[in-house]
T-cell receptor
Framework: DGGITQSPKYLFRKEGQNVTLSCEQN?????MYWYRQDPGQGLRLIYY???????QKGDIAEGYSVSREKKESFPLTVTSAQKNPTAFYLC????????????FGSGTRLTVV | LAKTTQPISMDSYEGQEVNITCSHN???????ITWYQQFPSQGPRFIIQ???TKVTNEVASLFIPADRKSSTLSLPRVSLSDTAVYYC??????????FGKGTRLHILP
């Protein structure tokens, strides 16, 4: 089945550590996105990429980094510079030019301990 | 990107029809209206999309008046499993998605 796989589902991080969240899609979509969701809130865009080897900052990119070396993969690194990383992280993909026809992964819940 | 306004929360009962209205007064000519559903600890799921008039699929209907300044998502005969957050999004192809807080729909037995 085509879809987006995020791993791990739960992740615990010690303060000062970098962690990387995985996002893989087999939908052959050009565009991929990372969102952060805090309890009771909407989704906020961290980074997005519309083509391999290119990505753009979203609204809350500080403390995060990404790479897009392959079309199907868009990993997100939460760095120690992110002051409040505990949140639910969602990855999505879409066809370029698609009007909001996005497919989301099932998310990674990151907790700082 | 057009700003959207929708109710923060709604309650309904099983078997009822639920209508959630979204206002988007500054919608642009090439903007589409899209609704997503999100269950707790899951990613949002695409429900329906429209440009004008009425769109219906196996899950919901979307009503869009001629001026397109609002839209209504209609869920027929809801069940407990329809309890979720519903997001209204307005934008054009290649726009970044901007999610608001959505509408928390709570279905009661």
């Amino acid at each position: 089945d085509g879809g987006i796989t995020q791993s791990p589902k739960y992740l615990f991080r010690k303060e000062g550590q970098n962690v990387t969240l995985s996002c893989e899609q087999n939908l052959n979509h050009d565009a991929m996105y990372w969102y952060r969701q805090d309890p009771g809130q909407g989704l906020r865009l961290i980074y997005y990429s519309q083509i391999v080897n290119d990505f753009q900052k979203g609204d809350i990119a500080e403390g995060y980094s990404v790479s897009r070396e392959k079309k199907e993969s868009f990993p997100l690194t939460v760095t120690s510079a992110q002051k409040n990383p505990t949140a639910f992280y969602l990855c999505a993909s879409s066809e370029t030019g698609e009007a909001y026809g996005y497919t989301f992964g099932s998310g990674t819940r990151l907790t700082v301990v | 990107l057009a700003k959207t306004t929708q109710p923060i929360s709604m309650d309904s009962y099983e078997g009822q029809e639920v209508n959630i209205t979204c206002s988007h007064n500054n919608i642009a000519t090439n903007d589409y209206i899209t609704w997503y559903q999100q269950f707790p600890s899951q990613g949002p799921r695409f429900i329906i999309q429209g440009y004008k008039t009425k769109v219906t699929n196996e899950v919901a209907s979307l009503f869009i008046p001629a001026d397109r300044k609002s839209s209504t998502l209609s869920l027929p005969r809801v069940s407990l499993s329809d309890t979720a957050v519903y997001y209204c999004l307005v934008g054009a192809p290649d726009d970044k998605i901007i999610f608001g807080k959505g509408t928390r729909l709570h279905i009661l037995p």
